[in-house]
């Protein structure tokens, strides 16, 4: 709705200053999602409980967690 109805009106209104502005909060936007994005890709279930159930789960989203197979099973051991 934003770009089908605000673009339109500020570009009539501030005209070429618009895309200053829309860069300005596209960064913005971004850096928004850094600081308060999970990162959910790659993980098990189990993990991502660990994740959303921590203090603040953008931070624990971000470290490296271990994962190790055990060999009795015939699989090899591995670390994320």
């Known amino acids: 709705m934003y770009n089908t109805f605000v673009t339109a009106v500020a570009l009539e209104a501030i005209s070429w200053k618009y895309y200053i502005l829309f860069v300005v909060l596209n ?4 850096g928004a999602w850094y600081v308060f ?8 279930l189990e993990e991502l409980n660990e994740v959303f159930e921590s203090k603040w789960p953008p931070t624990a989203s971000r470290q490296k967690s271990g994962s190790a197979r055990r060999e009795s ?3 090899a051991e591995e670390q994320f």
């Not at 960064?27 to 971004?30: G, K, N, P, S, T």
């Not at 994005?37 to 098990?44: K, L």
């Open 27 to 30: 960064l913005v936007y971004a």
């Open 37 to 44: 994005g999970v990162e959910t890709g790659g993980r098990t």
């Open 73 to 75: 099973d015939g699989l």
